[in-house]
């Protein structure tokens, strides 16, 4: 075996590079190890690269408001999907190169190779083995494929494949509808593809309260075919894929694969660890330290399942590198929950979702936007939002909503969250005029109706003046 060293990462990618960097500033005696590809998931091909796409169909979207606008000539533009892919791919190297830029002076600490955990504190990389006095696992994932689907061959995309393609369509199915399924089928359908997608579950795009899904239904439709509640079959026919659920049947030309991802774990080791794995293979990770037991072992990112975002995946990192290398791990304490789909309306989930919280816990503020001011006059009037409220101390616990510029009126109420905020606190604060957070301002009043009366000297309880243009 090799000199000991103090850590060893496993996996550059968005918790990785994270860890990497607290580990340095730490010491010199680590390794980082990485199998395939280096860079982060979310620059190569995940919400960078997804969101490039996005932009250029909404862009392209954006042709139909045109004559309500007094916009004239819609009807001559057309979308070059190969040029758009194009794009997508040019832009994501450039963000791929900004990642791989911060492992480029490893030198012999950086290396390209299969990791495979040896027991508690080493590892076989490729073939030889190094002693380390901990290690911090951030794997990542990879989408979920059913095996025997593999055998569409190059018509299976996943968002591995999908932005290598010179051109797509013009028939896509996406089977799957939680936050990429959604992304991507709505993006493609706005490109002029004929998208059916189709999801098991009622829920879509991780939403629990039935009104916002029946609101992210209702708008995804205008867009595509959607059908909900059976699973999807595939098989070969002439012309295509047949793509069958219940008694709903499309044919298509490819099928995208959104059916969530699955961690990096394979020829890993785990159980070399001597703990627990359930039935995933998995072991019980601390989210607060990220430890496994009381190993020396930290499991950081999507690797570990808990909660796979980006900015948690680099919060993960910090806190995995920095417990690796401290006498003792300390506890961290974990932002607010915030989750966002980018699709039109956007889905943003904040704190505690509906579905999580006990019934009569809560008070529920709602806001409609089709007759929201700042929204009627962007022609984006379409939505809702819900605000949660602590029924006996009125401070804001969560919120879902399919709201347009759910992306900004989200980070506000993550702030608001984090903070402990109450409802009072937040219309305490000032709305300009006209913006789209004046709905926000709508859920919260409907919220304070529900809760005990504050002073009437205190502004936040005005009222709403009932006029239209000024909400």
Known sequence: MSDMLDTIIIGAGTAGLAALREVRKRTSRYLIVNEGPWGTTCARVGCMPSKTLIEA????????????????????????????????????????????????????????????????????????????????????????????????GDRMLTTDTLFEQATLGPRIAVVGMGAIGVELSQALARLGLQVAAFSTGDALAGLSDPRLNQELATALKKDMVLHIGEPAELREVAGGIEVKSGANRVVVDQVIAAMGRTPNIEHLGLENLGVPLDKRGLPKVDPQTLQIGDLRVFMAGDANTQVPLLHEAADEGHIAGMNALAQSPTRFQRRAPLSIVFCDPNIAIVGERQADMPAGSVVTGSVGFEDQGRARAALRNEGQLNVYADRSTGRLRGAEMCAPGGEHLAHLLALAVQQKLTVQDLLGMPFYHPVLEEGLRTALRDAARQLPKASDSDLATCASLGVSALE
Request: charged share 25%; net charge positive.
């Open 57 to 152: 169909a909404n862009a392209f979207h954006r042709r139909h408001a045109f004559e309500e606008f007094g916009l004239r000539g819609a009807d001559a533009l057309s979308a070059d999907i190969p040029a758009v892919l194009r794009r997508v791919r040019a832009l994501r190297d450039d963000f791929v190169a900004g990642a791989v830029k911060a492992t480029d002076n490893l030198g012999s600490t950086g290396i390209s190779g299969r990791a495979t955990l040896l027991g508690r504190g080493a590892v076989d990389i490729d073939g030889k083995a190094y002693e380390a006095k901990s290690i911090i696992i951030a794997t990542g994932s990879r989408p979920k494929v059913p095996e025997e689907w593999l055998a569409f």
